[in-house]
Nanobody, 118 residues
Framework: VQLQASGGGSVQAGGSLRLSCVAS????????MGWWRQPPGTQRELIAA???????GYADSVKGRFTLSRGNAKNTIYLEMNSLQPGDTATYYC?????????????WGPGSRVTVSS
């Protein structure tokens, strides 16, 4: 499984950015897709995820500001980030949990840098 992420960049506080992630590869079942982020000098945190039955969850830190959606193709997800604040500055990582050959595995995409200036 390969994940291709795009989007990110630099924006002023209050601005918006959009991240995209496309998964490719053959697996038995995609369980979850979503994003983690890692601010400078801190641990990676899960911020949004969508399940195979389209249940979506958000971290409290982004709830009401970020929106995760799935494209027409089930292997594509988007993260619309609004009302961005300097605290959102981080490297954002797309991920997916899949089941293949009786095993569950997690795959990560390359990081997308998001910088929010005050």
């Amino acid at each position: 499984v390969q994940l291709q992420a795009s989007g990110g960049g630099s924006v002023q506080a209050g601005g918006s950015l959009r991240l995209s992630c496309v998964a490719s590869g053959s697996v038995d079942h995609v369980l979850v897709m979503g994003w983690w982020r890692q601010p400078p000098g801190t641990q990676r945190e899960l911020i949004a995820a969508i399940s195979d039955i389209d249940n979506i969850g958000y971290a409290d830190s982004v709830k009401g500001r970020f929106t995760l959606s799935r494209g027409n193709a089930k292997n594509t997800i988007y993260l619309e980030m609004n009302s961005l604040q300097p605290g959102d500055t981080a490297t954002y990582y797309c991920y997916t949990d899949v089941r293949h050959g009786g095993q569950q595995q997690r795959y990560w995409g390359p990081g997308s840098r998001v910088t929010v200036s005050s």
